[in-house]
């Protein structure tokens, strides 16, 4: 089975310390991605890596950043958290499609439920 | 830019009854694909049911079909049988046909609710 691991389920920051929130998968998939879930706005992409050192920016890149240095490993980064980041923050994978292959779905981790104060 | 409307942010539903998630989208793209996952509470994300817009099938997994009309931009959820197990958000996803990277597009989510 696909194992998307993150690093903490609850974490509690102060307002403008640097957070990281760390993402691993164990099958080898190219694309990684984190989400923000919020309620009564579903997710939203803040980015996504299709490859080591490789990064686009999503829908709400801004405040965060990310780092892939590693295939299995994207961290999501908050360089000076803020109150207005207190979210659910959920890490996915997939492997990439390839011409003539079938689609492949995004495989998702528990979440890391973020609190700002 | 792609967009997804699940019209119904809450719905309940008797053990054993049938109940039908609604999903739309707009889109200008002809070939994509579309997804319904389920979060139960507390745990994981996970995929329910896909659908490649070429197949004119509606795709079925067990107890869990779609309806889908792609005239019409629309691909509801049709849950038979409904169990306990099936309480959880349901989002309603779509992701253009683009070789190598498939970002996903969400919907809001339609939190369900099997009563006993």
């Known amino acids: 089975d696909v194992k998307v691991t993150q690093s903490s389920r609850y974490l509690v920051k102060r307002t403008g310390e640097k957070v990281f929130l760390e993402c691993v998968q164990d099958?080898?998939?190219?694309?990684m991605f984190w989400y923000r879930q919020d309620p009564g706005l579903g997710l939203r992409l803040i980015y996504f890596?299709?490859?080591?050192?490789?990064?686009e920016k999503g829908d709400i890149p801004e405040g965060y950043s990310v780092s892939r240095e590693k295939k299995e490993r994207f961290s999501l980064i908050l360089e000076s958290a803020s109150t207005n980041q207190t979210s659910m923050y959920l890490c996915a994978s997939s492997l990439r499609i390839h011409p003539g292959q079938g689609i492949y779905e995004q495989y998702f981790g528990p979440g890391t439920r973020l609190t700002v104060t | 830019a792609q967009t997804v409307t699940q019209s119904q942010p809450e719905m309940s539903v008797q053990e054993a009854e049938t109940v039908t998630l609604s999903c739309t989208y707009d889109?200008?793209?002809?070939?994509?694909?579309l997804f319904w996952y389920k979060q139960p509470p507390s745990r994981q994300m996970i995929l329910v049911i896909r659908q490649e817009a070429y197949k004119q099938q509606n795709a079925t997994e067990n107890r869990f079909s779609v309806n889908f009309q792609k005239a019409a931009k629309s691909f509801s959820l049709k849950i038979s049988d409904s169990q306990l197990g099936d309480t959880a958000m349901y989002f309603c996803a779509f992701m253009k046909h683009v070789w190598g990277n498939t970002p996903l597009v969400f919907g809001k989510g339609t939190r369900l609710s099997v009563i006993a």
């Open positions: 890596s299709y490859d080591v050192k490789m990064k």
């Open positions: 099958m080898d998939h190219e694309n």
């Open positions: 889109t200008s793209e002809n070939n994509y694909y």
